[in-house]
Each structure stands twice: as structure tokens, then as C-alpha cells.
């Protein structure tokens, strides 16, 4: 069975850092683009970077102000969201997603209905 498990989320003070990870089971995530979203309570999924296979293309939300930065390690089978500079806006639950499809994230890469296979998510609480 395909499944991604992501991990790294916690409670953290405004202006701290954390680094989520996403591996996968099943199968490895080496030949797929990986994106990572959040939603918080209230609010739709929104999607917030995409990764391509290789690693070389990488796509971000214009809200994140460069705050955050995606990458991969695939001979860890694990994609990266370091996150810095957090604020209390960025309290939600982080997912991380693929297709099982694609190498590249293509121009409908925020969107949730491009991506058919997800985590259960991580909590992350930006917090004093």
C-alpha cells in the first residue's frame, strides 16, 4: 500500500525555524513530484511548494515570502519544508502529497485536485 508519513511538526515561538520531512512506504518517491500544503482550522488546503523529481524545479507560494525552502534527498527517500521566520499564521496542519504520476509539478501544482495521494499530516503551532 502507498502511503506518505509526514513528520517534524511541534509547537515553536514566532521568528523559530522547524524542518518537516516526507518519506513514503510502498514504494520510494525518488521519480515523483512531492508537494507540500497546510490547512488551517477554518480554511482551505492551500498548497505552499512543489519539488520536482530530480530536485532541480521548485515552486512556491508568493505568500511565504521566501520563508521557505523545499528540497529532497532521494537516497533518503525524504522531502524536505524548512520553515523559517514562522508566525502565528503558519499554525496549521502540514501535508505532504504526490500523484504516483508525475516527475515535474506542472503549472497546477497548488492545486489539491492535481494530487491523489496524501499524508495524514503534521501539526505545527507558531506559538509564544
Known amino acids: 500500500q502507498l502511503q506518505l508519513v509526514e513528520s517534524g511538526g511541534g509547537l515553536v515561538q514566532p521568528g523559530g525555524s522547524l524542518r518537516l520531512s516526507c518519506t513514503s512506504s510502498?514504494?520510494?518517491?525518488?521519480?515523483?513530484?512531492v508537494g507540500w500544503f497546510r490547512q488551517a482550522p477554518g480554511k482551505e488546503r492551500e498548497g505552499l511548494s512543489c519539488?520536482?523529481?530530480?530536485?532541480?524545479?521548485?515552486h512556491y507560494a508568493d505568500s511565504l515570502k521566501g520563508r521557505f525552502t523545499i528540497s529532497r534527498d532521494n537516497a533518503k527517500n525524504t522531502v524536505y519544508l524548512q520553515m523559517n521566520t514562522l508566525e502565528s499564521e503558519d499554525t496549521a496542519i502540514y501535508y505532504c502529497a504526490t500523484d504516483w504520476r508525475r516527475a515535474a509539478c506542472g503549472g497546477g501544482w497548488s492545486e489539491t485536485r492535481n494530487f491523489g495521494s496524501w499524508g495524514r499530516g503534521t501539526q505545527v503551532t507558531v506559538s509564544s
Open positions: 519539488i520536482s523529481s530530480s530536485g532541480i524545479s521548485t
Open positions: 510502498g514504494a520510494t518517491l525518488d521519480t515523483y513530484a
